[in-house]
């Protein structure tokens, strides 16, 4: 997902899309615990996205100051 994508959503959406993740990155961590996980590196995907929300967040955040 690209930060122009998300500079798009909503406050609600980016919530929506944040919980999203978060519940992915779950899955992700739970698979690789019981050694079924398919691709390792999407884990490290999952993460760059949470950081991508929290970030477009932060500044719509500082922007309405």
Do not use: C, W, Y
Request: proline share 2%.
């Amino acid at each position: 997902m690209k930060a122009s994508e998300l500079r798009e959503m909503t406050q609600i959406e980016l919530n929506a899309k944040l919980k999203e993740l978060k519940e992915e990155l779950f899955n992700l961590r739970f698979q690789h615990a019981i050694n079924q996980l398919e691709n390792p590196g999407r884990i490290k995907a999952v993460k760059k996205d949470i950081a991508r929300v929290n970030t477009v967040m932060r500044g719509i955040e500082i922007s309405d100051v």
